[in-house]
């Protein structure tokens, strides 16, 4: 019979860092029902948790060990991550002929006129072409079969047919917030963007759930490899959503995660205002805080501008001379839907990567304030912030929280400075002045644009050096203040249901490496990857 005093697992390691100011170092902690119930009191000592060791407690018992909170990724597509599991691999693909012969060998096995959709995680950069496929050589590899190539989350390239089924021909108009490629006669070229996208999205029959939810649980397995434990996944569908209920039932999850459902100005004008847009999501029992197990909606997630080839910028592109990005929304409007999300209690994340949209979200959130009055903390928050300009004073005085995914520009650096220019990428994620300033930020990889492990979000964040070459050093931050970037401040974003220390009552989420993060050779942060990696108090990945 089991000891009920004894502790489902004990981890005994060389260091702990807890992440407590109180008691930042230990050797040991005991976990039961999911949480830690004890550590050691001190370096060099093993008292108390000996006495929890009963015969059906596991025990991860090594003295090499280096112990941390397993981290707190704030803004990474989980669920984009599950869709690429399921999507054509187009990353394998070195050029456009291996890129398509892909594609080919997926119509093969797909019933004709059913769609072919690619996973995003890709770049046009890593092909020998350095662009995007045309629609034509799309209909090379299939045109029994409507495609969408997509990349990352802003873009996508169709095919003949699937132009054709998105209603995208000679005569649309282009939208406000999106962009249509067309040769010089005028014809659709394939490559769509944001709300452009948006037509093809509408017309892609929805994923079942079973199979969205296999993607999630493949996905997440690769989670703990890289020490994560928590994600904010900052675009579900209630569709989604339902599969990540369906992954938790299942025992399939192995990360947790705080999903922003997807918001759009489509679908607020289709169920006729804010407010009817939100009454039709709580009607299907969707809302902040409601989620089981590992899963909890956070709140929605809306888009103001684009990325690299639409963010909003003050001035111009230096490959575009006159164009400054999208807008997808206007002042009027982006205030009256916050103030009704903060008025019914939805906590809302915008995505803001240029400097032009993040003055207008700031200027919004200003007007929400006034009509309001104080704000909750974290009832708004800036997705990316990349480039915050001048306006960082202002966050600060606002209160409002920023995202940072530094590990964009590991992934995104070299487009940047083509679109933007080297000097204007210098200055994206100032992460030095948005401390000083005390704006709260948290880190996150934006994954899979950019890389998962997020100690290469720390690399980045203390040298700033890119594949571009080292932009803005002078923004660079501590390698400690980085570590609590991806711990205790994102579990702050998050409020209570996620971990970010160590200490009797916090969830019993954490990371062992082989050696300390905070004191290994920086460039050795590359390769350091978890002995193991503990979720609710279970073992989630074990090396080897």
């Known amino acids: 019979m089991a000891d009920a005093k004894a502790a489902d697992l004990v981890v005994r390691a060389g260091t702990v860092h807890t992440m407590d100011p109180a008691a930042p170092l230990a050797t040991g902690v005991a976990i039961r029902q999911g949480r830690i119930v004890a550590r050691s009191r001190g370096l060099g000592e093993w008292d108390g948790l000996a006495d929890l060791v009963g015969p059906e407690t596991t025990v991860l018992d090594d003295p090499g060990l280096v112990v941390l909170p397993a981290f707190v990724d704030t803004h990474n597509h989980l669920m984009f991550a599950a869709r690429n599991v399921l999507g054509v691999p187009v990353s394998r693909a070195r050029d456009i002929p291996e890129f398509i012969e892909l594609i080919r060998q997926r119509a093969a096995h797909t019933p004709s006129g059913s769609w072919i959709v690619t996973a995003a995680d890709w770049h046009e950069v890593r092909l020998a072409e350095r662009r995007l496929p045309t629609a034509a050589e799309l209909d090379s590899a299939t045109t029994d079969h409507p495609v969408l190539v997509l990349r990352g989350g802003h873009n996508g390239v169709l095919n003949s047919e699937g132009l054709r089924l998105a209603g995208i021909g000679p005569d649309t108009a282009d939208l406000p917030g999106g962009f249509i490629a067309r040769d010089a006669a005028g014809r659709p070229t394939g490559w769509v963007q944001d709300t452009a996208l948006e037509l093809a999205g509408r017309v892609l029959p929805p994923t079942p759930v079973p199979l969205l939810a296999d993607g999630l649980a493949r996905a997440a397995a690769e989670y703990g490899a890289h020490g994560i434990g928590t994600v904010r996944d900052p675009a579900v569908t209630p569709q989604e959503w339902q599969a990540y209920l369906s992954a938790e039932a299942a025992g399939r999850l192995s990360v ?289």
């Open 256 to 544: 947790r995660s705080h999903a922003m459902i997807w918001t759009t100005p489509a679908a607020i004008e289709a169920a006729g205002s804010m407010d009817a847009y939100l009454d039709g999501l709580e009607a299907e029992d969707v809302r902040p805080r409601v989620g089981a197990g590992l899963v909890r909606v956070w709140g929605l997630k809306m888009v103001l501008d684009g990325g690299v080839e639409a963010g909003a910028l003050e001035q111009p592109y230096v490959d575009r001379p006159g164009y400054r990005g999208e807008l997808m929304w206007d002042l009027d409007a982006l205030t009256h839907v916050l103030a009704v999300a903060v008025r019914r209690g939805w906590p809302t994340g915008v995505h803001a990567f240029g400097d032009r949209a993040v003055a207008l979200l700031l200027d919004a959130v200003r007007v929400v304030k006034s009509r309001t009055g104080p704000l909750p903390p974290g009832m708004l928050v800036v997705e990316h912030g990349g480039l915050m300009g001048d306006r960082i004073a202002d966050a600060a005085e606002l209160g409002i929280p920023v995202t940072v995914q530094q590990a964009l520009l590991e992934g995104l650096a070299e487009p940047l400075v083509a679109a933007w220019g080297a000097d204007r990428v210098a200055e994206m994620f100032p992460l030095r002045e948005l401390m000083d300033a005390g704006v709260r930020i948290s880190a996150g990889t934006d994954h899979p644009i950019g890389p998962l492990d997020p100690l290469r979000g720390v690399y980045g964040m203390v040298t700033r050096r890119t594949p571009a070459g080292l932009l803005g050093a002078g923004h660079a931050i501590s390698r400690t203040e980085a570590l609590h970037l991806y711990t205790t401040a994102g579990a702050r974003l998050l409020g209570g249901g996620a971990t970010g220390t160590l200490v009797p009552g916090a969830p019993a989420d954490l990371v062992a490496y082989p050696a300390d993060p905070f004191t290994r050779e920086l460039d050795e942060l590359l390769s350091l990857s978890p002995e193991a990696t503990v979720v609710d108090g279970r073992v989630v990945h074990l090396a080897g």
